[in-house]
């Protein structure tokens, strides 16, 4: 079975594995241009809740929830 090749701008906007997978590399690569620290937990804490196929926005509240409590602040939006 052939898998259809995504056309270059649905790469930004797919919901498939392949399209994530390349945003996220992306992200990565915008991240080392940018000097900025890698955070290895939080890398890890992402891959997990996606192949425990936790949906985004819960994946979003929980992340977001993790760098309130790394940073001590609760106010982080």
């Given at each position: 079975m052939t898998?259809?090749?995504?056309h270059?701008?649905?790469?930004f906007?797919?919901?498939?594995?392949?399209?994530?997978?390349w945003?996220a590399?992306?992200?990565?690569?915008?991240?080392e241009i940018e000097g900025?620290?890698?955070?290895?937990?939080?890398?890890?804490?992402?891959?997990?809740?996606?192949?425990?196929?936790?949906?985004?926005?819960?994946?979003?509240?929980?992340?977001?929830?993790?760098?309130?409590?790394?940073s001590?602040n609760?106010?982080?939006?």
């Open positions: 898998r259809k090749r995504l270059p701008k649905d790469l906007t797919s919901q498939s594995p392949e399209a994530r997978a945003r590399k992306q992200a990565e690569v915008d991240s900025l620290p890698r955070d290895p937990e939080a890398a890890a804490l992402a891959a997990q809740m996606e192949r425990d196929g936790v949906p985004d926005e819960e994946q979003i509240a929980r992340l977001i929830a993790y760098f309130k409590m790394r001590g609760s106010s982080l939006e």
